[in-house]
């Protein structure tokens, strides 16, 4: 230790210092003893620091024996000795010596701060790898005391190897040879140290108590943590009768779903013997494409009583309905419920746009296979290309597109493109698609049955083809990106009302 040894060294100018200054202030004693510290200990360290207080403290909380410290008769010895030296190095050596012990002091104590430090992190390190390896060891040790080892081994307990570090500091619990070699081999550890080493021990030696049964969970609920939040019963918990109504107001505005469904239940309440009527494909093409991704169609199925068979349990993916669980209370409500979807306002619509769009998959069509048109047909169309404005060349001008339907619907021949200057016209827009489509899209957009849509607007609203057919693009919002579609229209369209959003020029900022 460089404290020890630095005490030991000490020469007589420090000593006779450390028994002139034998009576300390109370004051400082009483600082020193609040902090927890024995009064003879205080004493000590206060003649050993020149009743610095500072200084003291941390001599006391480094854990410096009190056998280190010099004792009064050793003092009054040095003192014996220096006063035959005689007077005439007294006070200019004193003072020289004082300096010196001063600042081997100050050394001492920083360089002991940062040993302590160091030996502070590995010997927490050593612990927590020393006590993982030693769990099983000490477990062992517990359950032998407790008479738990069986009696077929014969074999002594292990005992934990000593080069294990005792983070508890009690010396009681270790053998005679262990205590001394641990002493020989002891270094000064601060308060810091012993705590955080009973810490880490208790933590990693802690064997969880496997009696109690009555452990809390680890993680709460959420009626726990939110009592007054009250969660909506899921859909498979409720009646029978309700799960039915519920999928069948979500089945509602897909067409054919509600047609395929209704169907299937009837084939099945007029025919409950025969397997085909109770068994649906999932991997059909029409099943996949009108009701597997319907939201609420297998949902109704499944409170129909129907059952998922997938590849793992009979080698099909399939919906099956057992013949012990056919009802017939459950077929009437299924059957009343999807006939009175039929009758709804979402029902009808939806039957209209599947209308609209087999009619512009015709169209569509006729634009692909125009060697199949007719004479006439391919008159009225080139009469139509004859008054449209000559296509500008690559570089110069917007592309137009225009979409038959939705888009989702994915039409075949349903998307046609062509560039136009900024100052063409609406007009020569319908003269072109009157070309490529033939007269009859014309017609139903004149007399509004359908309807020229832009679809860069939001809200998508309705263009008036006979107001604005002398509009140039440039006007309209058209150029230079023109997205056009061409959708069913709205009853209020279909009536003759106007449009109050239908703003265009300058006050879109077209100029």
């Known amino acids: 230790m460089v404290l020890r040894k630095f005490l030991n060294n000490a020469t007589g100018g420090l000593l006779t210092a450390l028994t002139n200054n034998s009576n300390t202030n109370s004051e400082e004693i009483q600082q020193l003893e609040a902090m927890g510290f024995p009064r003879e200990r205080i004493v000590h360290a206060l003649n050993a620091t020149d009743n610095n207080v500072e ?70 390190g050593r612990a927590e790898v020393a006590s993982f390896q030693n769990n099983d060891d000490t477990n062992k040790k517990k359950n032998k005391s407790k008479g738990v080892v069986g009696k077929k081994t014969g074999k002594t307990p292990v005992v934990a190897s000593a080069n294990v570090i005792d983070l508890t500091g009690d010396d009681s619990k270790q053998p005679a040879a262990t205590i001394s070699k641990t002493k020989r081999n002891a270094t000064v550890k601060s308060a810091a140290t012993v705590n955080a080493g009973k810490a880490a021990a208790s933590r990693f030696t802690k064997t969880p108590n496997t009696n109690n049964k009555s452990t809390s969970p680890t993680s709460k609920t959420l009626s726990q943590t939110h009592p007054n939040v009250k969660l909506p019963t899921k859909l498979q918990s409720k009646s029978k009768e309700e799960q039915i109504l519920r999928t069948a107001n979500r089945v509602k505005p897909h067409v054919m779903a509600v047609d395929t469904l ?125 008054r449209c404005p000559k296509e500008p060349p690559l570089g110069r001008g917007a592309i137009m597109n225009v979409q038959l339907g939705d888009e989702r619907e994915k039409i075949d021949g349903g998307l046609a493109s062509r560039r136009f200057d900024g100052d063409d016209t609406l007009a020569d827009v319908l003269n072109w698609l009157g070309g490529c489509y033939g007269d009859e899209l014309l017609e139903k957009m004149r007399s509004r049955e359908w309807c020229l849509c832009d679809l860069n607007r939001y809200p998508i609203l309705p263009l008036d083809v006979e107001k604005h057919q002398k509009k140039t693009l440039q006007y309209l919002g058209l150029f230079p990106s023109g997205k056009l579609g061409v959708r069913l229209s709205e009853d209020s369209w279909r009536d003759g009302d106007e449009i109050m959003d239908d703003i265009h020029g300058s006050a879109r900022g077209l100029g």
């Open 262 to 386: 209704l169907r299937v239940l009837l084939a099945v309440r007029s025919s409950p013997d025969n397997i085909k009527f109770r068994c649906i494909d999932r991997t059909n093409a029409n099943y996949v494409q009108y009701v597997r991704d319907v939201p609420g169609a297998e949902d109704l199925l499944l409170a129909m009583n129907y059952r998922l068979h997938n590849y793992a349990t009979s080698g099909k993916n399939e919906l099956r309905l057992e013949r012990h669980l056919v009802d017939d209370a459950l077929l009437y409500l299924g059957i009343s419920a999807l006939e009175q979807m039929r009758e709804s306002e979402e029902y009808k619509m939806g039957k209209k746009l599947r209308a609209f769009h087999a009619e512009m998959r015709r169209i569509g069509k006729g634009q692909r296979e125009q060697q199949n048109l007719t004479e006439g047909e391919m008159e009225v169309r080139l009469q139509y290309l004859t």
């Open 55 to 124: 200084q003291a403290a941390e001599l006391l909380l480094l854990g410096v024996n009190e056998a280190d410290y010099p004792t009064s008769s050793a003092a009054a010895t040095t003192t014996n000795r220096n006063n035959v030296r005689g007077n005439s190095n007294n006070v200019n050596e004193g003072a020289h010596v004082a300096a010196h012990n001063e600042e081997q002091m100050r050394r001492a104590i920083e360089e002991s701060l940062e040993v302590n430090q160091r030996q502070e992190s590995d010997n927490l």
